[in-house]
């Protein structure tokens, strides 16, 4: 069964530059995750999508980060313009839904997408 | 303000010995924990859950203990071998946050031969 993948591994952009970030989560997963790690520091949870739907978006920095994810498969964020404080790893992750809301399951992660903003 | 604390940012352990990694979180609400592992270069790998209904979950040479009360967990590696070397994550949710994950800053294991 393939993970979760991410597409690019890496990107170095100008600040101004929009760039994209795509996330292929594992077939069957409805949740999709995507999180943030700024060097040393913790992941952080950027939002949440149930399918297409978006869960929770509380983790969004700002109106500059949009994320969609049609038909409820694969996933984008896309940020725009892009700001020095933007770079980090982000990191995409996929979970079961569990039949009963109260009872969690773990996710599957990405390798992550390098973003480096010059 | 981080929900899920891991004070200790590296912890050195000789091979064969026991590694101890500790988290503490403030949320009373959280009622799941996880701990992943990362290599360099790599997402986190899931390693092993609690349900706060739950104070022990053990699968091989890692356990994790959960002390509600004290709002602490710790990951347990016995015997620690030299493939354990990584980053270790807390991580905490509660179903009335709609699952999202709350990680902590991670500890750096090294497993010395």
């Known amino acids: 069964e393939a993970g979760v993948t991410q597409f690019p591994s890496h990107s170095v952009i100008e600040k101004g530059q929009t760039v994209t970030l795509r996330c292929d989560p594992i077939s069957g997963h409805d949740n999709l995750y995507w999180y943030r790690r700024v060097m040393g520091k913790e992941i952080k949870f950027l939002l949440h999508f149930v399918k297409e739907s978006k869960q929770d978006e509380s983790g969004m920095p700002n109106n500059r980060f949009l994320a969609e994810r049609t038909g409820g498969t694969y996933s984008t964020l896309k940020v725009q313009p892009a700001e020095l404080e933007d770079s980090g790893v982000y990191f995409c992750a996929s979970s079961q839904r569990s039949r009963d809301y109260y009872v969690n399951t773990e996710a599957f992660f990405g390798q992550g997408t390098r973003l480096t903003v010059v | ?113």
Request: with cysteine; hydrophobic share 35%; proline share 5%.
């Open chain 2, 1 to 113: 303000d981080q929900q899920v604390k891991q004070n200790s940012p590296s912890l050195s352990v000789q091979e064969g010995r026991i590694s101890i990694l500790n988290c503490d979180y403030t949320n009373s609400m959280f009622d799941y924990f996880l701990w992943y592992k990362k290599y360099p270069a790599e997402g986190p790998t899931f390693l092993i859950s609690i349900s706060s209904i739950k104070d022990k979950n053990e699968d091989g040479r890692f356990t994790v203990f959960l002390n509600k009360s004290a709002k602490h967990l710790s990951l347990h590696i016995v015997p620690s071998q030299p493939g354990d070397s990584a980053v270790y994550f807390c991580a905490a949710s509660a179903y009335n946050t709609g699952n999202q994950f709350y990680f902590g800053t991670g500890t750096s294991l090294t497993v010395i031969p």
